[in-house]
């Protein structure tokens, strides 16, 4: 931490520097002293004696002064010497990442006496761990742990500045809270780590209430996982009532649930990574979520408009009858209330014109919920605006995502009946079965650790083993032995019968509960089908956008399966018929572009319809299918001055 | 084809019986009966359960669809649910499943004054129909603390409020889970095992004590003074193969023979309180009764004798 590094020891590299104390602008009003030195510019600084009697961080003169609780802003100040450039670097700016440390020079302070006794603040206090930034932190030489302070390079100890608190801290939250991390491919970590933890649906927010996010999500049944490693040990204050040994806190919020997972193949409905879940655990409220949207709808501010003189065009809120949808469950004041049921389609918000025009916001053909609440509120420039958050309830359907903490991601491919189940003598059933190929090439055993540990904490006899911290987890012996003593199968076995049949099943089943998360990614959000809608106007193709109704692309990969099928009919109706079809008028004659005539001009001839104007005939003119997008091109080029030829036969 | 006849008459002997728990042997039969049983139990046993709610007030933190999902899940006594009608067949109300023939209506009032959060469980639930309730679990237990209220539905803080009126409806596990009175329906197969004593006695003490303790389970016991080993709990073994794998390490396969009997099965039933364990097997042999009654061919099958013969009198019950 900052104070401590203004005046004691620093190292760089292997060799300690000599003790500086230096007058450092922003230091405390007493810099606290050690040995007297030259200080880094060259010029000599005053010396300062130590008069400790009181605790060091009540003493204004002792280094860890700043580190008290009493003034948790300075404790957080880097400090940093540049060597180099002769320079000092202060920092004190907010949203600088700092990181526990242990201080190698204080370690010696731990007193037997109080063992037990610390906390992490009074660590703090006494110095022996330190915040260290990310500027600082160049200068550190930390081990990895306690015992590698005692080993030597060639004959001498190395000088370590500082000592990591476990050696799972050198990993993000994201990714500490991984059991068995060090038994993954790092791929599959990172996959975890950075997308899967990033998409899971947890308890975000204790304040949903009074929220208006746009779109927010909410497990309605989220679960801690049954291991502890040593970052989730470090969540939630320690006042927290679950607090087990008054030093840390339990951990609290994750964003998953812990299911019972077998695997197994499952009638085929598991296959390239999908999952076959227990349909009787998902209506018992398993991976139940809500998600909630909100729809914003501002109004004209009437003193504005007044000036401008169009009282006539000002919006306000309103139910109306409205053509674009229905507004039956608006009430008088525009706005739905409070449970409305809205379909798609329908008006959420309602505002409407003096002069009879219609402004309201309607909900897109895939948006629909019931109505959670209604804020009227106005921004900073006054003008007013409402909120209608609309909220649904999702069970998990067929298309889901899943995964668990080991970057094993799969879709939801069945939803079995719990008698269809294979079933354990003590009549467990699985909530989710895996596929077995999800893990040779994927080299994730760390999930298979984190399920037979999990089995034997959930059913150990005495206290069982929960830490699955990175890097210092328990052995596979210690696994394999919990789950023995529990009266399991040593390696996460079970025998189970069939649910179909009741006949006993062969070979083993490996099953036990996994900390799966449910992401954001729902097929109900997804689904996109239609038979005909909107195109595009510029090119009179079917739009793409799901929002709009649109269709689904068939691209130039799937134009080349069908060519090499020579399903050439059924790539025509795609590629033509079902969407830009077109047709133009060709004359055969001079092989131009024939033009259709609406009304006949004076002085001309009376025609209507396609005719020539080269030839000045409407004779050997020929109607041809082209796509729209070509017809287009042609267009485009006429515009440009460019004529275009078309040899044309009958056929 | 003479007349050779498979009927088996199948026994049940009760071994332990408690309201929530049963345990009982079935033997004489095999495994399709068995299963039948278990799939009955767990999907097809009709019970009582909430199954429309209407919500008056609700300012509580969790939304009404929570709320109501929370209410269907809890168990209520459905003693009356074999004779009750299913609500979609119900000719007293066309269907609507309002009346009393098929439904029971519960309505729950609650609303937190004092500072402290107030508890809404199923004990708030309250019906005229005192034979279709919320399970009580305090007394099954018997420690009957002021905590045992109950299901916890929701918790209320000052000035929220929580008012509703839910129809309780006669359902099957297999339209939805909330409707299985089954918590635990288990079955296995009795196993026969027979420890080859020839064999064992060429195994030191050590060899015997690390060969019982290989199985998870209390199967074997090591007699402390004549240095046997015996079965201790033959139904303790779960078909683990761990004493075969371990005999066969040791160098001594066939050490022990463990077979599974295929007529004989130990079931373990427990249910959700809905109804009584026992109530739900009795129930679960009624149902696959009457699904058999189901697939007997009517008496007026007759003349197609010539075509189904034995088959044909057997199926109508002869
Ligand atoms: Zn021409
Ligand atoms: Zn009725």
Redesign the pocket.
Known sequence: MARTRATGSRSSGQTPLPHNSSNIPDAPPNPPVVPPVSNITGDNTTQQTIVQSRPVHEDSSSPYYLNSCDHPGLTLVEIRRDRNNGEIHIFSDGGRILRPLIAIENLSKIAQSKAGKYTFQSLLDEGIIELIGAEEEEDCRTAWGIKFLFMEDKGKPIEYTHCELDMSFLLSVSCGIIPFANHDHARRILYQAQKHSQQAIGFSTTNPNIRVDTLSHQLHYPQRPLFHTKISDCFGKSSYALSHDGFLSKNECFNGQNAIVAVNVHLGYNQEDSLVMNRASLERGMFRSEHIRSYKGDVDNKESLNKKGKLDEWINFGKKPSKIGRVDSLDDDGLPFVGANLQSGDIVIGRCAESGADHSVKLKHTEKGMVQKVVLSSNDTGKNFAVVSLRQVRTPILGDKFSSMHGQKGVLGFLESQENFPFTIQGIVPDVVINPHAFPSRQTPGQLLEAALGKGIALANGIPVTHATPFSTPSVDAITEQLHRAGFLRWGNERVYNGRTGEMIRSLIFMGPTFYQRLVHMSEDKVKFRNTGPVHPLTRQPVADRKRFGGVKFGEMERDCLLAHGASANLHERLFTLSDSSQIHI??????V?YIIQQALAGFRKIRGPY??????AN??VKVNVPYGAKLLCQELFSMGITLKFETQIC | MEGKSYQRFPKVKIREMKDDYLKFELRDTDASMANALRRIMIAEVPTIAIDLVEIEVNSSVLNDEFIAHRLGLIPLTSDRAMSMRFSRDCDACDGDGQCEFCSVEFTLRCRCIEDRTLDVTSKDLVTPDHTVVPVDFSDSAGNESNENRGVIIVKLRRGQELRLRAIARKGIGKDHAKWSPAATVSFMYEPDIRINEELMETLTLEEKRSWVESSPTRVFELDPETHQVCVYDAEAYTYDDEVIKKAEAMGKPGLVDITAKEDSFIFTVETTGAVKASQLVIHAIEILKQKLDAVRLSDDTVEADDQFGELGAHLRGG
């Open positions: 004359c055969q004659k001079c092989q131009n024939a020539c104007r080269i030839c000045e005939s050997e003119i």
